[in-house]
């Protein structure tokens, strides 16, 4: 199953897009496309990094003695268990969803019973079996490739391509001017410190993996995206050797067209004028701050001009 598993793992740092790239990706007819954030971590995570990021954002781990019933309750899965269980608490309970976490734990046992046991197999029968009992998704296609975005992952890069030879990431940077604008809506954000810290510490983990594989590893800018959001993914799938589509223009949930992106993250309009005027929504003094936190990412990512 994990030879031939084709994934396009999609990481980002807060507010940096990667919802926004998820839904623009959505409506392609070709592609299995994960509904909410694939929050595949486990709490069994525990690295140097774990006091940084959400366990739930990060690759899993999963304990050497444990069943496959135990791996599939492991990983996390905050948002659609959520929306699947109890729908009347999830910020997504308007969106039809005809969907059973039970037939899908039932479907991801079946899929990894009589194999080896691996993180691959359990990340590949996780995908599978979502789509193989999402009884109203918009699209089918016999070999699809998944496309799945969770937070922050680009971190467990070595991870993901080890497990999965056929993995492929997409890592989204938006300035970082309009990314802490964008946190600090939230009721409780981050402090700029705390929030700078990880938007390096994810920028930094992204170059790297691009330098290394540059066939496996792709930075997207944020701008690049609201500019263009059909010809620039276009460009993307061409890399995993996929054609475009017209529904790459614009956000779709489920193939429907979203008149906004909200509540996938806080980014409401993905465009050019709305990404620019709220780097502004900054006071001058902490744009400056943001400006020497970013650091030497401004070059590398070809922000210094931005403001």
Not at 71 to 83: L, N
Not at 224 to 249: E, F, I, M, N
Not at 289 to 299: E, N, P
Request: glycine share 6%; proline share 6%; aromatic share 12%.
């Amino acid at each position: 199953m994990t030879e031939d598993f084709r994934l396009l793992m999609i990481g980002a740092m807060y507010e940096n897009g990667g919802n926004t790239t998820h839904r623009f990706l959505d409506g392609h007819p070709d592609l299995a496309v994960y509904p909410f954030e694939s929050q595949l971590g486990t709490r069994h995570v525990g690295d140097l990094l774990a006091s940084m990021f959400p366990l739930k954002y990060r690759w899993p781990e999963f304990l050497l003695g444990a069943s496959a019933h135990d791996d599939y309750r492991a990983i996390i899965d905050e948002e659609c268990k959520v929306r699947a269980r109890t729908p009347q608490v999830s910020r997504f309970r308007d969106r039809p969803f005809v969907f059973s976490d039970d037939d899908r734990r039932d479907r991801f046992v079946d899929l990894v019973a009589g194999a080896p046991r691996s993180r691959g197999r359990n990340v590949a029968a996780f995908f599978q079996a979502t789509f193989d009992v999402w009884r109203d998704h918009h699209a089918e296609t016999d070999r699809p490739i998944y496309v799945g975005y969770s937070p922050i992952v680009t971190v467990d890069y070595e991870k993901i391509l080890g497990d999965l030879p056929e993995a492929r990431i997409l890592h989204v940077v938006r300035n970082p001017w309009s990314a802490y604008a964008d946190t600090c809506r939230r009721p409780v954000p981050l402090s700029l410190a705390d929030y700078m810290l990880g938007w390096t510490t994810c920028q930094h983990a992204a170059l790297v993996a691009a330098a290394r594989h540059p066939a496996r590893v792709h930075v997207l800018r944020f701008e690049d995206l609201v500019a263009d959001p059909a010809g620039t993914l276009t460009k993307v799938l061409a890399t995993v050797g996929v054609a475009g589509a017209p529904a790459l223009a614009y956000p779709t949930w489920n193939g429907h067209r979203l008149n906004e992106v909200y509540p996938w993250g806080t980014i409401r309009h993905a465009t050019v004028e709305a990404n620019r005027s709220t780097a502004f929504e900054l006071s001058s003094a902490v744009r400056s701050d943001v400006t020497a936190r970013a650091g030497l990412f401004l070059d590398a990512l070809d922000y210094r001009s931005f403001l």
